[in-house]
Protein backbone atom coordinates (compact mmCIF):
# COMPACT_ATOMS: atom_id res chain seq x y z
CA UNK A 1 0.00 0.00 0.00
CA UNK A 2 1.75 3.14 -0.83
CA UNK A 3 1.49 6.75 1.41
CA UNK A 4 -0.85 8.08 -0.78
CA UNK A 5 -3.59 6.02 0.12
CA UNK A 6 -3.90 7.53 3.28
CA UNK A 7 -5.64 10.75 3.60
CA UNK A 8 -4.34 13.49 6.23
CA UNK A 9 -6.47 15.20 8.62
CA UNK A 10 -8.02 18.55 7.28
CA UNK A 11 -6.88 17.08 3.58
CA UNK A 12 -8.52 19.43 1.16
CA UNK A 13 -10.08 16.64 -1.28
CA UNK A 14 -9.47 18.20 -4.78
CA UNK A 15 -8.52 15.40 -7.29
CA UNK A 16 -10.77 11.98 -8.29
CA UNK A 17 -8.42 10.37 -6.39
CA UNK A 18 -9.16 12.41 -3.19
CA UNK A 19 -13.15 11.31 -3.17
CA UNK A 20 -12.40 7.66 -4.56
CA UNK A 21 -10.16 7.48 -0.90
CA UNK A 22 -12.11 9.29 0.94
CA UNK A 23 -15.29 7.18 0.18
CA UNK A 24 -13.00 3.46 0.04
CA UNK A 25 -12.12 4.45 3.89
CA UNK A 26 -14.76 6.41 4.77
CA UNK A 27 -13.65 9.29 5.83
CA UNK A 28 -15.72 11.83 7.70
CA UNK A 29 -15.69 15.11 5.66
CA UNK A 30 -16.59 18.99 6.36
CA UNK A 31 -18.36 20.43 3.42
CA UNK A 32 -17.61 24.38 3.21
CA UNK A 33 -18.93 27.34 0.79
CA UNK A 34 -16.77 30.57 1.54
CA UNK A 35 -15.93 29.21 4.58
CA UNK A 36 -19.66 28.48 6.11
CA UNK A 37 -20.51 24.99 7.17
CA UNK A 38 -22.97 23.58 4.57
CA UNK A 39 -23.82 20.37 6.65
CA UNK A 40 -22.96 18.28 9.40
CA UNK A 41 -19.62 15.93 9.46
CA UNK A 42 -20.61 13.00 7.49
CA UNK A 43 -18.95 10.75 4.69
CA UNK A 44 -18.86 10.69 0.95
CA UNK A 45 -21.39 8.11 -0.92
CA UNK A 46 -20.10 9.21 -4.46
CA UNK A 47 -19.04 11.36 -6.96
CA UNK A 48 -18.95 12.40 -10.38
CA UNK A 49 -17.16 15.25 -12.09
CA UNK A 50 -19.35 17.88 -11.20
CA UNK A 51 -20.93 16.52 -8.07
CA UNK A 52 -20.03 14.99 -4.49
CA UNK A 53 -23.09 12.92 -2.90
CA UNK A 54 -22.57 12.60 1.16
CA UNK A 55 -24.27 9.69 2.81
CA UNK A 56 -27.07 11.34 3.87
CA UNK A 57 -28.29 12.02 -0.11
CA UNK A 58 -27.20 15.35 -0.71
CA UNK A 59 -25.51 16.51 -3.64
CA UNK A 60 -23.09 19.05 -3.78
CA UNK A 61 -21.28 20.65 -6.73
CA UNK A 62 -17.72 20.17 -6.57
CA UNK A 63 -16.45 23.36 -8.67
CA UNK A 64 -18.61 25.59 -5.71
CA UNK A 65 -17.59 24.01 -2.62
CA UNK A 66 -14.63 22.96 -0.52
CA UNK A 67 -14.53 19.00 0.89
CA UNK A 68 -12.29 18.67 3.64
CA UNK A 69 -11.02 15.34 5.98
CA UNK A 70 -12.41 16.14 9.60
CA UNK A 71 -9.36 17.00 11.69
CA UNK A 72 -10.14 18.68 15.46
CA UNK A 73 -9.25 21.84 14.32
CA UNK A 74 -12.49 22.14 11.75
CA UNK A 75 -14.45 21.28 15.15
CA UNK A 76 -14.28 24.80 16.71
Known amino acids: MSN ?3 LAPGQELITDKDFELAI ?3 VNVIVTQ ?3 RQ ?3 TNLSA ?3 TT ?3 SDGKRFLRSAH ?3 TYSEENAK
Open 4 to 6: QSI
Open 24 to 26: KHK
Open 34 to 36: NGV
Open 39 to 41: RPV
Open 47 to 49: YNT
Open 52 to 54: ATL
Open 66 to 68: KFN
